[in-house]
């Protein structure tokens, strides 16, 4: 791997090397010297950008979501309407995990770090916070759909957001575990099933 110069750039080299790395191998077995050596930098180099292995694992997981948030902000800004919005946001976070699959065993790492005693405190919240943020996104943009009209006023946004979210990290999961399962595709069905239950009701339409 070639040496980048730039702090900034040398940095993201560093980040990108260490994602790759912890998937390989997780996060225990993942040793500074072998991120050293895969980032192509030295070990001493590396402790000038981060402390230890768990600032640089939480580097690592703050990077990744933001490569994840990037996509599907993109997405979302070229869609016309609330339901459109929300198959968007749910499409591009799917595609752009499946297209960095080789990445995905980092979040299981999140979840484990979270989990476990010493890095739980840190972990943990990051993970609140990460899911009340697509929380509140999503809510956000199901209060403009009930506003407008396209979404069944009756319906809990912040429930409804939670199974969202809750379904498209469900996909993932089976997807990583089972290659074949169509991920892109069954979230576009699913999406497409949601909103037949969860549309609001067009005026004069009697109920089944």
């Known amino acids: 791997m070639a040496r980048a110069a730039d702090p900034k750039a040398k940095r993201l080299q560093i980040l990108e090397a ?10 225990e077995a993942t040793v500074m010297d072998d991120v050293a050596e895969a980032a192509g930098v030295s070990k001493g180099s590396l402790y000038d950008y981060f402390k230890n292995k768990e600032d640089l694992f939480y580097a690592v997981f703050e990077w990744f979501q933001a490569q994840l948030l990037q996509a599907s902000v993109a997405d979302i800004q070229g869609a016309v309407g609330v339901r459109e919005q929300l198959a968007a ?3 591009a976070t799917v595609g752009a995990l499946v ?14 770090a979270s989990a476990k005693s010493g890095t739980r405190k840190r972990f943990a919240k990051a993970m609140r916070m990460l899911y009340a943020n697509y929380r509140h996104e999503v ?11 396209e979404i069944d006023p009756t319906v809990d946004p912040d429930v409804l957001a939670s199974m969202l979210i809750g379904a498209v990290d469900g996909l993932m999961l089976q997807y990583w575990l089972d290659p074949s399962f169509d991920a892109k595709a069954w ?15 067009k005026p ?5």
């Open 18 to 27: 260490a994602a790759h790395q912890f998937a390989r191998t997780g996060y």
């Open 89 to 91: 946001f749910a499409e």
């Open 99 to 112: 297209d960095r699959v080789n990445l995905y065993p980092v979040t299981l790492e999140v979840w484990a």
């Open 139 to 149: 809510s956000a943009l199901i209060r403009t759909g009930q506003t407008s009209g």
């Open 187 to 201: 979230v576009r069905t699913f999406l497409s099933n949601m909103f037949d239950g969860v549309g609001a009701k």
């Open 204 to 208: 004069g339409k009697s109920e089944q």
